[in-house]
């Protein structure tokens, strides 16, 4: 008896040994409640510095609560919305590919899907395709990504493959609610009954109602003539983000439509919006022998023109869309074609173009804005200062009042003059104001107070989340340092 006893003693121990281990690795991998306070501590404070808009102590935080429990997702998602809030996308994805290793597999593919978005609002179609696709990839069920692959093949002209997307089963609340209007879109580029179909299966009330309601308005009005039902509904796909199907469907009847100017310029625009500006700038040429519209019409393509590197036909088309709006002229036209002029060294034509609209419109706030930005580029510095009090007598909008205020701050401080009085204003204003901290440290350098100086020279870098002003921070900073 003791022999066998000792013939199994060795067994016996082997066995203490692997129990002992494996009670050992779960305590050491379970969570504590302790571990749980602490990373909702952390979170907290992450998110405090969040909302002050002092990111890189957040990251810090988030980083932190990372360490505390490395298999909670919510952490990885505060670091990656922060990286995307500042145009960082590629750091972004080495969170995921590097950091967030310990997560499953559904956490991870959620992360690709928030980076994918990233690069879909940017316009960079072709990388948020290959984020969502190693999202899906892991072998998950995650609805979310299946959707926002189905968009992402709508925007690069994959009609069939997004289709199949969006007529999977699994599809539940808002993303249900989308997938069945996206589905809408493309029916109603084959079969409008089914598009109607399609639209009433699911109860909007909460979420889209806007949407639904002008596809059944539109599908409602269709009639027997084709052109007007296109042209209609490509109005809807191009307001809709998804000009491929506005192409699909004007593009068969381009002869058709020749001769009709919405369809014309409908078609043109889509071609824009989709990244063609060669047929788009032959369709719009094509609509504008049609009359009417010159000022849209001309106004795409002066974008189409520019995106071709093309400037010479870029400022005729803008100066023709210019002449053609008259007295219902567009602010926007008219910002965005001055910096195109300023950031192309073409401050003089820009300066005349915006002193012959004020001699037209001399209160538009925004013209004057305009003017003195022209003459600080051409530094007129008294005529600079002659727009400046013509804004001050002006009644302006909180954004117009807060550009003024930066230019008026830039202006003082280039002569030398206290700036104090007017930092306090636009801080009121836009606590938060990038150039409000440059020009804060810019004063506070010529007053000898480099550490307050470098303190807001970090703050300006953190709330330029347009990359405005980094670059000529980040020099200063340098210098300080």
């Given at each position: 008896m003791k022999k066998d006893l000792k013939r199994y003693i060795p067994w016996i121990v082997l066995l203490l040994v692997i129990l002992s281990l494996s009670v050992w690795y779960v305590l050491s991998k379970r969570v504590t409640q302790e571990q749980i306070n602490q990373y909702e501590s952390k979170m907290q404070e992450a998110q405090q510095y969040v909302e002050a808009r002092q990111y890189s102590v957040a990251m810090d935080k988030y980083y932190e609560a990372v360490d505390i429990i490395p298999k909670k997702v919510e952490a990885y998602k505060g670091l990656i919305e922060i990286l995307i809030l500042k145009n960082r996308d590629e750091d972004a994805v080495d969170v995921i590919e590097k950091s967030a290793k310990p997560l499953s597999s559904q956490d991870r593919s959620t992360l690709?899907?928030?980076?994918?978005?990233g690069y879909f609002k940017d316009g960079k179609y072709l990388e948020a395709f290959d984020l969502y696709d190693a999202g899906l990839v892991l072998g998950v069920n995650n609805m979310s990504l299946e959707l926002s692959l189905a968009k992402v093949y709508l925007k690069l002209g994959d009609t069939k493959q997004a289709k199949e997307k969006l007529q999977k089963s699994g599809y539940d609340g808002k993303e249900k609610v989308e997938a069945n209007l996206i589905l809408s879109y493309i029916y109603a580029t084959e079969d409008y009954g089914k598009a109607e179909q399609t639209v009433a299966l699911v109860d909007s009330s909460e979420y889209m109602t806007i949407y639904y309601e002008e596809l059944t308005e539109v599908l409602e009005s269709l009639d027997e003539d084709n052109k007007f039902n296109a042209t209609k509904l490509a109005r809807i796909y191009i307001n809709s983000g998804y000009p491929y199907l506005?192409?699909?469907?004007?593009?068969p009847m381009k002869e058709d439509?020749?001769?009709?100017?919405?369809?014309?310029?409908f078609l043109g625009r889509a071609y824009f919006d989709y990244g063609d500006n060669e047929k788009a700038i032959e369709v719009l040429d094509g609509a504008l022998t049609l009359g009417g519209m010159e000022t849209d019409i001309l106004w795409?393509?002066?974008?189409?023109?520019?995106l071709k590197n093309d400037l010479d036909n870029t400022t005729k088309s803008y100066d023709s869309a210019i002449g053609y709006a008259g007295s219902e002229i567009s602010l926007d036209l008219v910002n965005e074609y001055v910096d195109l002029l300023l950031e192309n060294k073409q401050a003089l034509k820009a300066n005349t173009l915006v002193k012959d609209l004020l001699v037209k419109y001399p209160e538009i706030a925004y013209l004057n804005i305009l003017a003195v930005k022209t003459h600080t580029v051409?530094?007129?510095d008294v005529k600079v200062e002659f727009y400046?009090?013509?804004?001050?007598?002006?009644?302006l909008e909180d954004s117009e009042k807060i550009e003024y205020l930066e230019l008026k701050i830039q202006f003082l401080l280039e002569k030398g003059e206290s700036i104090d009085e007017y930092l306090?204003?636009?801080?009121?204003?836009?606590?938060?104001?990038?150039?409000h901290q440059l020009y804060s440290a810019k004063s506070q350098i010529e007053e000898g107070e480099e550490d307050l100086a470098i303190q807001s020279l970090?703050?300006?870098?953190e709330y330029d989340l347009e990359y405005e002003i980094t670059e000529e921070a980040s020099k200063l900073l340098s210098s300080l340092r």
């Open positions: 690709y899907n928030i980076v994918g978005d506005a192409i699909q469907l004007l593009q439509i020749s001769e009709y100017l919405e369809g014309m310029y795409t393509k002066a974008r189409a023109y520019f051409l530094k007129e400046l009090s013509e804004l001050e007598e002006l009644e306090v204003e636009l801080e009121t204003l836009d606590r938060f104001n990038a150039y970090e703050r300006a870098i």
